[in-house]
């Protein structure tokens, strides 16, 4: 036996039968600074095969950091917060030496006991439990998810409520541990359809929502990853099952956030345009003093001439983040709409297409971000174009025009006239409204087809 061997057995030993608090909680510090810094898995080794620390470290999970009683008639030593949080640490650095494919397969096998302890630490009502106890324990659970995920599963679907559990940590008041949550709760979707239909079911979808409700929808941008993380698992819970996208057009409260997902007025560059810095004003003060050629140059500063028509150079755009969220949100409704039971598809794919028809503000959204094109003005205008909303990219454009192709696949006449009939929210261009536009002819023409469409509507200048 190695001297790593001996002392951790030593250690060992005294944790599980301190007679004080102070002489326990010492030992498991050790015991703790010791996982962090070894390079071997001898010590995690010794742990894990010791059926008596992993009960007392279990224990103290999930009682308030006591040891379990040495005999019936004594009581646990109580070590605290502290020792909570010791003991999910340690259980962690358990995971995190396992460096061998072998020895982390061991490893997690071992520590699946500890996942009924950790759901009753994270959603214990004591407001004394530390936030790093439960961000250990937490991370733990999708460490362990991944690793073995089936195992995962079946222990927290045999813990007395334990999904509900876990899907109502989404709405806890601590950041770093909800958007840990987002994360094991889409771990464990990957590979459960059941853990799925419990989470829809338990109005996870509503929670979801909530979340990017209050990140802002497409408002988060390139600066919040939270809101792709939750439209990741929503979009995980809706192709689960048809049901799941009948639920979610269903609910008002949900498709207004929907709304705010699509919304390309919330872009950022469109909201808070970028001001012009020094330098630029320091060319066109140059520019001013320069009669004939320094005005030519402070109107091609603003503008630029394509066929006669000028058109402002200072577009808003979305951003790659904010692309990412209008991706996501779209491939969601795209979901919906083509989630249905073969037996039954022609009833129910007019059955979802009139649903989303009657959310009037999102289909609005969709046929103006499907349609946007450069202004067409005459060309006799010296007044340069600007658009009214964040410019979509033709990836986005291509996602709402697969939506559009949906929505008009073996529509009735009724839906077709209900769809071309829907104001603007985007405040889309007068000229779209002209008999004679391009674009005009290829609204006309998808509504005649029911093929996917597969290619962006460009500029008809």
Known sequence: MSSEEVSTTLLLDRF????????????????V??????????????LVTSSESLTALNHMIGHAGTLPPQSDNSAGLDLGG??????????????????QKSSLQRTSKALLPC???????????????PIYAKTCGMTLLRNLSEIIPSLTQDAILNTPDGCNRVLDLLSTPNEILRNETLLLLHSLCLTSPSIRKLLVFAEGLDKLFEIIYWEGGLKAGNSNVVVCDALRLVELLVETDGM???????????????????DLRLGVEFREP????????????????????GQKSATSATSTMIDGVPYATN?????????????SMLSILTISLQQYDAETSSLHKIERQKLLLHRDVIVRIVLDISLHHAPVLSKDSDTPVMIPYAIPTPAV?????????????????????????KPNVLTRPPSLTQPENMLNIRLLTLFHHSSPVCTPITAAA
């Open 115 to 129: 996942i009924p302890c950790i759901l009753d630490m994270l959603t214990a009502a004591d407001a004394d439990i």
């Open 274 to 293: 970028k001001q012009r810095g020094d330098d630029d004003e320091e060319e066109d003060l140059d520019a001013l003093m320069n009669s004939d050629a």
């Open 16 to 31: 599980l039968h301190a007679t004080t608090p102070n002489d326990a909680k010492s030992s498991l510090e050790t015991l």
């Open 397 to 421: 454009q291509v996602a709402a025009l697969s939506i559009l192709s949906c929505l008009l696949s073996d529509a009735t006449d009724e839906m077709r006239a209900s769809l071309i009939a």
């Open 33 to 46: 600074q010791r996982s962090k810094n070894s390079d071997t898995d001898t010590g995690s080794a010794i």
């Open 315 to 327: 577009q808003a755009r979305i951003t790659n983040g904010e692309e990412d969220i209008l991706l």
């Open 82 to 99: 502290d020792g909570q949080t010791l003991a999910v640490e340690l259980l962690l650095n358990l995971f995190n030496s396992a460096s």
């Open 244 to 262: 799941h996208g009948n639920m979610m057009l269903e609910n008002a409260n949900v498709i207004n956030v929907v709304g705010m997902c699509l």
